[in-house]
């Protein structure tokens, strides 16, 4: 789902002609998942489905563009999987009331690129949805970081 997010985000980026340095990082991080995952198939005996789904990759980046509800609408949906993704975490938080191995760090992290992204796009595009995709991520962020935070164990000393 991530690269899918990924794929989608860069080819809307591209889409609307947005400057490069805006969206620079997708293609880095969409040929490193692309390759790990033709690692994995390749490694597990699999590589021959890699091409079957090169091509439905192929396919379903031309698609994106046919028409431009048809790239907003996967935007918008990218934006709503992100968030869901962000929502079972909280729930899995909640519910065991531990936040395990989670790093509140990384989560930190993520809430700071959504915020530094929410100050370039308004500087650069001014996209409103991606600054609703990257203000919604922000909050998510923030939350889980607030959450992990809050179930973390602290170690007891003698």
């Known amino acids: ?5 990924f794929l ?3 080819r809307y980026q591209i889409y609307y002609g947005y400057p490069l340095e805006t969206y620079l990082e997708y293609p880095i991080i969409i040929a490193q998942d692309v390759l790990l995952i033709y690692c994995i ?3 597990s005996g699999k590589a021959k489905r890699a091409l079957f789904y090169a091509v439905i990759f192929w396919g379903g980046w031309y ?3 046919l028409q ?3 790239i907003d609408l996967a935007m918008n949906l990218c934006t709503f999987i992100s968030a869901a993704s962000k929502l079972v975490q909280l729930q899995h938080l909640w519910q065991a009331k531990d936040s395990g191995q989670v790093s509140a760090l990384t989560w930190g992290m993520s809430a700071y690129t959504c915020a530094t992204r929410i100050i370039t796009t308004v500087m650069t595009t ?3 949805a991606v600054l609703i995709r990257f203000i919604i991520m922000l909050i998510l962020n ?3 970081t607030a959450t992990v935070l809050h179930y973390r ?3 007891k000393t003698d």
């Open 1 to 5: 789902i991530s690269l899918f997010s």
């Open 8 to 10: 989608v985000f860069l």
């Open 41 to 43: 198939m390749h490694f």
């Open 63 to 65: 698609m994106l563009t």
């Open 68 to 70: 431009k509800w048809i």
């Open 126 to 128: 001014n996209d409103l």
């Open 142 to 144: 923030i939350w889980v």
């Open 153 to 155: 164990k602290t170690k």
